[in-house]
Each structure stands twice: as C-alpha cells, then as structure tokens.
C-alpha cells in the first residue's frame, strides 16, 4: 500500500474518531442529566470491558503475564484514564461541549511538556515558544479578571493534564508490551477503580438509560480504536488537523440537542491552542533540539 493511500485511509479513521469522540460528548451530556460522574464513567467502563470480552478471554493468561511485569504502571495507567475520564465527563456536564474539547486541545503541549519532565526527551526554544502561545490560547478561553473561572472549566484543563500523563505511561508501558493489551488491560483496571464510588452508594440505572449507555460505551472504544488505527497509518502531521473537527462537531451537537453554543472567544481560543499543538507537532516529527 503507497504512502499516499495510508495517508488517506490515516485521515478517514481520524475524522470517524472526531465522530465518535463528538457523540459520546453528546451522549455524556445527555446522561448527566440523571447519573453522576462517577455512574457514568463505571457503567460506561462496565459495557467497555463487556465489548472487549473476547479478546480478554483469548488473550488472559498473556495479558495479566503483562500485567504481573509492569504492575505499577499499569495501575497508574488506570488511575490516570480514570482521573481524566471524570474530569471529562465533570466538565461536559456542567459547560458547552465544545468549550471543553477547546480547552483539551492542550492536551498535544501537555504531553510534551510530560515527556521532558519524565521521559527526560529535549525541545527546543521554537517548542517551547509554541507551548507558550498555546496556553495563551487557554487564557482567552477562561479570561481570567473579565470573566469567573468555572470548576467545570478547570476540570477540562486538569483533564487535558491527566491524558498527558496517561500518554506518557502508555508511551513506556509500549517499548514492551502490545498495544491491545494495555487498552484492554488498562480498561478493565479503570472499572475496578470507578468501581469504588460506585459501590458506596450503588443504585441501579433506569432502564432506559441503559441503551444510552451502551451507546456512550460504543463511540467511546470506537473512537480510542480509530485515533490509535489512523496514527498507525500515517504520520500524526497528516491526521492531526482533522481533530479539529471536534470543535464544530461538538457546537452543532451543544446548540442542536441543548441549545448551547460556545462564544467567540472559545473559538479564537481553540484556533490558538490547535495551532500551537499542531506546531509542536512538526516541530517534534523534525527533531526541533534548537
């Protein structure tokens, strides 16, 4: 298959993961209305795990071989996604939708700036002058002094934090293990953990909840899929533009089903923190020491 090729079917399965990544906004929002963070993300951590059966039973004995080596990160790993995952869904609750993917397109810097304090890998002054003009873009999103700072809006930057750091942990989990296995062993630790709150006051969902759910479970596992299957395919300098697409899909979503649009701020915000992450981006894949 030619470059070209790859780098078309690459950027196919990013925009199905903005899709998918666009829903399950959606689909959270619509949810909290009756179910709590914590609910949402066990019961969505439950239907991901039962999806995800199979491979589990096939591949157990290997998996938790795995697992019994890395144990640590594993488990930091799941406590990270976790932490990130409520954060998300807090955030999504509470604010526009698209005003939290807005403020998570921070996330590329984030990991940069993860994978220099932990990783000990080197930017350059180009990389950093980008990073700093993305988290400007953070800052006309939130306004600080003209506008209050929501807990909701803090929470979908925390977020952005806790995926860096996820990003990081799957990063050195991948020099030795499979990528499969710690997706699936990642989620099934993440549902042991959002067990915990759970079970202190469980209470059972309605049963029309359930087929919402299953859904928010579907798009959240299809959209991980196609984001790690297009990276796979081609160069993140070719994919990576089509995440912004999450922004508009998320404001057609926010203002069709509940009358929510982000403001224009928000959206010269985003533009500045895509932009920026992009750069770092290219900055990176050109191995930018300078």
Same mark, same amino acid.
């Given at each position: 298959?030619? @470059?070209? /090729?790859?780098?078309?079917?690459?950027?196919?399965?990013?925009?199905?993961?903005?899709?998918?990544?666009? =829903?399950?906004?959606?689909?959270?929002?619509?949810?909290?209305?009756?179910?709590?963070?914590?609910?949402? @993300? %066990?019961?969505?951590?439950?239907?991901?795990?039962?999806?995800?059966?199979?491979?589990?039973?096939?591949?157990?004995?290997?998996?938790?071989?795995?697992?019994?080596?890395?144990?640590?990160?594993?488990?930091?790993?799941?406590? =990270?996604?976790?932490?990130?995952?409520?954060?998300?869904?807090? *955030?999504?609750?509470?604010?526009?939708?698209?005003?939290?993917?807005?403020?998570?397109?921070?996330?590329?810097?984030?990991?940069?700036? *993860?994978?220099?304090?932990?990783?000990?890998?080197?930017?350059?002054?180009?990389?950093?002058?980008?990073?700093? +003009?993305?988290?400007?873009? @953070?800052?006309?999103?939130?306004?600080?002094?003209? /506008?209050?700072?929501?807990?909701?809006?803090?929470?979908?930057?925390?977020?952005?934090?806790?995926?860096?750091?996820?990003?990081?942990?799957?990063?050195? =989990?991948?020099?030795? /293990?499979?990528?499969?296995?710690?997706?699936?062993?990642?989620?099934?630790?993440? =549902?042991?953990?959002?067990?915990?709150?759970?079970?202190?006051?469980?209470?059972?969902?309605?049963?029309?909840?359930?087929?919402?759910?299953?859904?928010?479970?579907?798009?959240?596992?299809?959209?991980?899929?196609?984001?790690?299957?297009?990276?796979?395919?081609?160069?993140?300098?070719?994919?990576?533009? %089509?995440? %912004?697409?999450?922004?508009?899909?998320?404001?057609?979503?926010?203002?069709?089903?509940?009358?929510?649009?982000?403001?224009?701020?928000?959206?010269?915000?985003?533009? +500045?923190?895509?932009? *920026?992450?992009?750069? @770092?981006?290219?900055?990176?894949?050109?191995?930018?020491?300078?």
């Amino acid at each position: 298959m030619s @470059v070209q /090729e790859n780098a078309l079917k690459g950027i196919i399965w990013m925009i199905l993961a903005t899709v998918g990544y666009s =829903l399950n906004a959606g689909l959270v929002k619509h949810l909290s209305a009756e179910l709590n963070t914590f609910e949402m @993300v %066990f019961w969505r951590s439950v239907f991901a795990i039962i999806f995800l059966l199979p491979w589990l039973i096939r591949n157990f004995s290997l998996g938790l071989g795995a697992v019994e080596r890395q144990w640590k990160l594993f488990m930091l790993r799941g406590l =990270l996604t976790y932490a990130a995952m409520a954060t998300t869904y807090f *955030a999504l609750a509470n604010i526009p939708i698209a005003e939290v993917y807005a403020l998570q397109f921070t996330n590329s810097l984030f990991t940069i700036l *993860a994978a220099v304090l932990i990783l000990r890998e080197k930017a350059g002054l180009r990389t950093w002058l980008a990073c700093a +003009v993305g988290f400007g873009g @953070v800052l006309i999103i939130l306004r600080p002094g003209f /506008e209050e700072i929501s807990i909701a809006a803090l929470a979908a930057v925390a977020s952005a934090v806790l995926y860096s750091a996820t990003n990081v942990t799957i990063k050195i =989990l991948s020099r030795t /293990e499979a990528t499969t296995t710690i997706t699936v062993f990642g989620n099934l630790i993440m =549902l042991l953990i959002s067990a915990i709150p759970v079970l202190l006051d469980f209470r059972l969902p309605s049963l029309e909840l359930f087929p919402w759910i299953i859904a928010l479970a579907i798009f959240t596992t299809a959209g991980q899929w196609c984001l790690a299957h297009a990276i796979g395919l081609a160069d993140a300098r070719v994919v990576w533009p %089509f995440d %912004f697409l999450r922004l508009p899909l998320t404001a057609l979503i926010g203002w069709f089903f509940f009358a929510q649009l982000p403001d224009a701020w928000t959206w010269v915000g985003a533009v +500045v923190i895509f932009a *920026a992450g992009y750069y @770092v981006i290219r900055l990176e894949a050109g191995g930018d020491k300078k």
